[in-house]
């Protein structure tokens, strides 16, 4: 019986371990889920997916079976613009060879051949040796001159000269003495020499050269013998030196494959008729267009848009990083940002896809950069101006123009809303973006187009607006879904007539009256030193909301009533008095007010000392103040994070104090806020927010500067002029 209670037994353990074991991994998953790194780094990784996704769609349109030789069953159109080399080839090279002929008949294009001048002076070499063979044959035969007979000799002396030498110039070269005939070697070779080094010569020049020779001739200084023989033998040696100048002929090459553009199939262009027997060529531009692919091809693209997509989100990635790392502390910008960069990405993607090639002109890249600008910081929607401009460009056929397009337009529509206050600036900034998209489109236009594309400049005005508009429309909608707050929702909620300020006006007057100047202060010194004044103003107006629980338990609401605190003992009026921050950070929550505002409502006091009823608790427990608590006469905290919240606290307690004088004086002013500076600093309240010394100093002034417009001294008019006063208003009763 025990063993098949055990046996009966182990399956439901085993069934419970089972079932405990996936609940166990979920628990954890759910923990390290916990982890803001973790998330952050899941986001990243899901980005990546999705935009590499969006990449991919529509990169290989369709694959064909098709190879060098085959017949193509039907007609293949081109899915978008395509070089045909081989054309361009073709068309280049007919360029080339006319342009070649031309150069041809341009002296420009020639220069000397120095090998011609050494190669005549050798075969004029030859030449004599045969003269020379014939002069000794001649000399030691009894019948001179016939050993060999003329047209022998002609024949054998044509191969070392250009023309065939004369009868006469023969016979007159074995006639001549020693002494000329030495005289005219000489001369023959020096002349030869410098006209074939130094004069060019065509072969439409040599007439002109041989007419040339009998001025040259004479000034070498030969005999009337030597002359005619000399000049008659130049003539038939001369020849052409010239040579077509390799390194100009070069560059005319270049310059001819420069100007012949290349042959471009456009898109929704007949690539491939029907019945088209392939070519190596055809088979080329089908795989420069994806038509015709294996899975090395596909895995190679794929690698490449990888590692460019991995390379841009770590440079994004070290951006935030280096310049803004408390972004990583804001999870719901970082969703944001991402996800305006997929949809504006997805958007381009399917205008990408339409047949008409000017419709990417329209993705409204603006939209995502100025609601970055506005919601988050200019300088990350710049940020994301290059990498949206960068990603258009490859999506839309590696597009040059669309980038630059994208990129001068962002960052328009950043500048544009850089002091964005109302809705109204989001419209000026559309009429911008307008204008602005126009002219850059007529420009691109006209840098990188054949013919002018009036649809590209339409596209682009249309941008403007759409850009606009969906940044006004969708602003209230972000803000609400990712908790984020603008300026157009600071200035709503500053308004006097919002529901909170009018509950403050009418159960609290004293209190919204303090806030108000409270406001004053505060953005003065925000202004001061560079912090956020609409934030620091809004902050104020709502820093003491949760007094309207129990508006007659401060002395600002009392008007002269009585003060109920003289009946409670000062541990309870501590209670009441530090419990209004507690409560004004729920109705902020209750009422929807962004939790930026609900931190200065809970940070305005810090963990300061109620110093009046703590004096007051002292004083009553008379010589025993080290029993009390000095922390139960403390607001709970925390201490200021901002700025903002930091000059909230000192604009709050300054204001109190001074409207507690019973006659101030600029000294005692100063005197005052002095101290009130430096007892929170002694505190410790400005511990963990990034306010400077050189920061209160300046905060100090600021509200020196505010209070003296308020304690003014009155100018008290003399006598003489108040009489002049009184004597013309009685004229003016008296004319009525």
Known sequence: MEHNDSQGLTPKKVRGNETAAPLEVLAKMAGVMKTPSVREGLLVVVCFLLLITLLQINLFPRALDLKIGQVSKEEIVAPKDVVDFEATKLARADAWERAVEIAKQDPAYYQIDNSVGND??????????????ERQRAESSARPGVADSVAQLIARLTKFVYQSPSRDLVRNLLALSDDAYQTVKEKSHQVLQDLEANQMIGENDLAKVRTSLAPLLEKQAVSRTVLPVLAQLLEV????????????IARLQERVNREVPEVVHRQNETLIAKNQVITENDLRMLKELHLITDESNRIRVFLSLSFFLILLIILGLVYIMQFHPALFKQERLLYLMLLLLVMVVGLIKVLSLADNTSLPYLAPVSFATMLVSVLVTPQLALAMTAILSLFGGIIVELNLALTVFYFVSG?????????????????????????????????????????????IVLFAVANGILSAVLAIGSLPFIEHLFKLTSAIRLLELSNPGHPLLRRLQIEAPGTYYHSVMVGNLAEAAAEGIGADALWVRVGSYYHDIGKIKRPYFFVENQFGQENPHEKLNPTLSTLIITYHVKEGAEIAREHGLPDKLIEIIEQHHGTDLVRYFYKRATESVQGEREALMEEDFRYEGPKPQSKEAALVMLADSVEAAVRSLAKPSPAKVESLIQKIIRERLDDGQFDECDLTLKDLNNVKNSFLKVFGGLFHSRVEYPETVLKEIERKKSGADFSK
């Open 120 to 133: 005549a002076a050798y075969k004029l070499n030859r030449f004599f040796e045969l003269i020379d063979q």
């Open 411 to 455: 960052v328009v529509s950043v500048l544009a809303v850089f002091n964005f206050r109302r809705q109204r600036d989001l419209v000026r900034s559309g009429l911008v973006l307008m204008g602005v998209n126009a002219a850059t489109a007529i420009a691109l236009n006209l840098l990188f187009r054949s013919s002018f594309n009036v649809e």
């Open 237 to 248: 040696a001369i020849r052409p030196n010239l040579v077509l100048d390799q390194a100009k």
